[in-house]
Each structure stands twice: as structure tokens, then as C-alpha cells.
């Protein structure tokens, strides 16, 4: 935990560690953090939001929930060992809560320790039930596996895919979180050309959108981890994509479309599927194979030129 104490933002958890609190499933309430290095987005509130953004602990890590404004929170590397380069990182949570700890801060900060300008986004997310027991009970509830795709399993025609979420409010914020590096990226060392942006699960299907949609944006290039498989439309630019799956993770299911899409379009991609994780396991979990990603991923980003200080 002592890599997190040059943030005051983590003075909070790093007080907390000492209390008990299970290593499960189980939603314990949390305090919200002063989050003194936040900068905020303006990008607007959500429509039809009945409950202020809360906090909340699960698995240990802290999370985020009724989030109706977007911030941006800098963890630049320590001066004089910037390489140039910057990352958007998007956290997950199914659009319904972000996974703060896990899928943001702890990630940012093995960026910056690579000398990569790394930025958080809480972007702002779906509106849930104002109170945590009725949270907690949302959460619990039944849900049913994914079926196969039929390609996946051989078929001939391919699955129906499932109706696209509106994601113009989270847009809006990469976009605007985007904007703010480029305005500020003198201050903050980073090169405008070397913008790239990686997220997790939901976040990885933010970064995915904004790759795909976005006019405004121009990544350098991207890392969707443990996101959605499904094939895609590629633009000719787009940029060169590092992506991470577990075969035991539920968003897999045997399926390879993104990459193969990617491949087909003649744009460089590197995928890693590993043997197992599961889901959400962010930097890594115990004895997992793909607890190394972040090793490969900076590789990845050395061979391609990224590393390299200008």
C-alpha cells in the first residue's frame, strides 16, 4: 500500500486498511474520498438521477456509484522521468458503478511509474437505488450466463447482437477529459501524438466507443482488457489495439471478433488470451495467469516506440 501514499487521495484507504472488512462479495458502505487532485469535466449533469454520488467497498477495493460529474484525476510520473507518453484510463463497473481502486488508481500508478502520464476518469454512469440495501439487493440479483454466439459454436449464421447502450454522456466525457490533456500537455509533459487510452470491462467498452465513434479524439493507441469479443466496424486509422481476456471470463465465451476485425482491417493488434483470471482482476490476483498482462502491455508500448523519451 505504500505506493499510494505520495496521493493524498489514498491517505483515506491507507487509515481504513485497518479496519475488518471481509475479502468477498459483500457491499460495505465507504465514505467518499476528498479526491483533492480530481479536476472536474463540466460536462454536465445525469437526466433522471434520484440519489448524490456514494461509495461503497467490495472485494476490498473501493467503488463509485450515481456518479453525475465527471472529473479527471492526473498521476504524472515523477519529475524528470516522463517519456512523453499519456493514458486515458477508464475503470469498470458495468456502467452502474466504477471500480475506483482497482481498474483506476492502482493502474495509473504503475503507469506513471513506467514514466507514463496516466489519467483517471470517473466518467458519469447509469442511475441506481438511492439506498445501499437496495443496491446491495440489485447487485445480488439472479442473472443468466450469456448463450453462445453461433459462431462461436460452429453455426453458420451469425448470433443477433444485442442493442446498443447509449453511451453519449460517457463520450462526451472522454472527450472532454481528452480535450484537457491536450489543452494542459505542456504542463503536464505529455506528447499530443502519444495520447492513447485503456479501459476495463465497461471501461474497456467506453475506450472501445471512443475509438469508434469519437470525432474529436485521436488515440494513439488503445487497450481494451477483459471487454467485449464481438466483431466491430474499423476505421481505416484506427489506432494500434493491445487486448486482454481470461478463457474463464464471462465476456469471452469462446469468441474472437474484435481481434479479428482489427486483423482483417490491416491494423496492428495484440491479443493475449490467458488460461485464467476471471473477471475484474485489474493489475492481478493470486495464481493467475494473467497477473503478467501489465508486463506485456508495457512491452508492447516499448517495441511500438512509446516508451521512448522525446
Not at 1 to 18: V, Y
Not at 234 to 245: E, G, L, S, T
Amino acid at each position: 500500500m505504500t505506493k499510494l501514499s505520495r496521493f493524498a487521495i489514498f491517505t483515506f484507504f491507507l487509515a481504513l486498511s485497518a479496519q475488518t472488512f471481509a475479502q468477498d462479495g459483500t457491499i460495505y458502505p465507504l465514505e467518499a474520498p476528498a479526491e483533492p487532485n480530481a479536476i472536474l469535466l463540466n460536462t454536465g449533469g445525469v437526466d433522471n438521477q434520484p440519489a448524490p454520488e456514494t461509495w461503497f467497498r467490495q472485494w476490498g477495493d473501493p467503488m463509485a456509484r450515481n456518479i453525475s460529474t465527471a472529473t479527471l484525476t492526473p498521476f504524472l510520473p515523477e519529475p524528470g522521468k516522463g517519456n512523453g507518453t499519456a493514458v486515458i484510463v477508464a475503470p469498470g463497473g458495468g456502467f452502474s458503478w466504477l471500480s475506483m481502486g482497482n481498474e483506476g488508481w492502482e493502474v495509473a500508478e504503475a503507469l506513471a511509474k513506467q514514466g507514463i502520464a496516466a489519467f483517471v476518469l470517473k466518467y458519469r454512469l447509469n442511475p441506481t437505488p438511492p439506498s445501499l440495501e437496495d443496491f446491495s439487493a440489485w447487485m445480488n440479483r439472479p442473472r443468466t450466463a450469456p448463450a453462445p454466439s453461433s459462431e462461436a459454436s460452429g453455426n453458420a449464421a451469425p448470433a443477433p447482437r444485442p442493442p446498443q447502450r447509449d453511451l453519449s454522456n460517457q463520450l462526451e466525457d472522454a472527450e472532454a477529459a481528452y480535450a484537457m490533456i491536450v489543452s494542459r500537455a505542456k504542463e503536464w509533459g505529455v506528447d499530443t501524438n502519444r495520447i492513447g487510452m485503456i479501459g476495463f470491462s465497461a471501461g474497456a467498452g467506453l475506450t472501445m466507443h471512443s475509438t469508434l465513434h469519437s470525432k474529436t479524439m485521436k488515440l494513439a493507441f488503445i487497450g481494451p482488457i477483459y471487454g467485449g469479443m464481438g466483431p466491430v466496424e474499423v476505421p481505416k486509422d484506427a489506432p494500434p489495439m493491445f487486448n486482454v481476456i481470461a478463457t474463464d471470463d464471462f465476456l469471452f465465451n469462446g469468441q474472437s471478433g474484435i481481434i479479428e476485425s482489427w486483423y482483417k482491417a490491416g491494423r496492428p493488434v495484440e491479443f493475449h488470451l490467458y488460461q485464467n483470471g476471471g473477471h475484474g482482476f485489474g493489475l492481478g490476483n493470486p495464481n493467475r495467469t494473467s497477473n503478467r498482462w501489465f508486463d506485456a502491455f508495457i512491452h508492447w508500448l516499448d517495441v511500438n516506440k512509446f516508451l521512448a523519451s522525446k
